[in-house]
């Protein structure tokens, strides 16, 4: 699998909390930095939105990686809703490695609405390492060909 | 051993009191060794109780799942209590449900059964096929007594008894109201040895051996209908919008399923085993179940079912929560 990965580019699903993570992007974006365009952005109103099976979806529908970024702790809008997202994918993450997904696939990250470059790190690091692990086939939905 | 006259006793007064609406106990099954669960309504129909190591089910179960249809105009609801006969394990899915207030303490009266153990009936299915006639099994010391066809086998202890009970915490009941027999040692510790050894595989290995096991997967849902936790009146399994998982078997769908069933069983387990014992095809359902019991130990410290006054798991949180995963 590693030979042929060098122009293998990942899909990667990125659910940013609407406060400080997609504005972090926004940010990213305004000032002209240079990231991987492989990530696709949904926006929530918080981290705390993002359901454990959102991930599954994800993964399931062909995903190659998923990130779920939220305000720092003690920052959320919502006051703890990051709190809630932490101890949900703690679990998740962990479950998913058990069964056999790479942990690289699935990862978290606060992102604040400042931080622009940060954004741009996690990007570049999600996706190096999606790259190098190769695309996620395990449980991808069979297309239908109607 | 509960003395069998003695619970039909406790059970008929029970049964008798004013403030008692129906008693769930077991009674022998039509075949084999089996036992089934009764719903007693009256004090004549205690007779028929039992309790020996082949009561396997968890009565838990029933109490949350309980159909309540609206109240007829004019008709005062129904307020008397349900008494439930609990081992070790299942009285800690009635503490999990209060716990996530499914119902209040005084809705029901439990009758506590400190266990010795109970039979893996698939593994007695397979020492003795075709015992058709109602027989019995009773506990002596460490040795199962299996009486049928008017024979008598002695099994060591170790050979029947069910996994569940080698690694159990509580034998005794932690909720009770009446119990049935003498408080029972704590027997055996969890090292939780299966789902290290699972663990410590690499990616490949632990996909390979998950998509054998979750391409057998009919989706019956058996395990999610006698789960004592999986008692949401609305499940996401049956939800047509948003569909969060197609009724398609495959394996893409299987492995959804069963993500998001044992996801929801995060820190509320109690390790009561039922999933893996109706399984038709022997998924190994409570290995997933025990590697959220496992980090839920190990990250935030809490045991599922042994506190009605704690707070459930995943809605509450510590500000010191384990940041490492975070990148």
Redesign the interface.
Known sequence: MAENNSDFEPDIVAFLCNWCSYAGADLAGTSRVHYPSNVRVIRVMCSGRVN??FV??AL?QGADGVIVAGCH??DCHYM?GN??A??????????????????ERV????VSASEGTKWKE?VE??TEDIKKIGPMD?????QLNW | MVDVNKLREIAREVISREDVRELIGYRPGTYGFRARPAFVMGPDEVDELIFTPACVNNLASYIALEEKPPVRRGEEPDLRKVAVMVKGCDSRALVQQMEEKAYDRDQILVLGIPCTGVVDMAKVQERFPDVLEPAEITLEGDKFILSFNGSKEEVPGEELLAEKCKRCRYPTPLVYDELLDEEVERFADDDYSDVEA??NRS?????????EKFSRCIRCYSCRNVCPMCYCEDC?LDRLQPM???R?V????N??YH??R??HL??RCIQCGECERVCPVDIPLME?NR??YK??ED??DYEPGTEVEAEP???T???D???E???
């Open positions: 454990p099976l599954m979806n399931q702790p003690g703890t709190y809630y932490r101890r949900r994918f703690n679990l998740m993450r962990n479950f998913l490695e058990y069964l056999g997904v790479e942990p990862r978290m990250s606060w996690v690091e999600v395990k449980f991808k939905r069979r | 699972l663990e990616v490949e290995e632990k996909w390979d051996y998950w998509e996401v969060w998982m197609r398609s495959d394996i893409s769908e492995t959804a993500v998001a044992a996801y995060a820190g997933l590697k959220f980090d839920v990250l935030y798991l995943l809605s949180f510590s500000v929560d384990s940041e995963f975070i990148m």
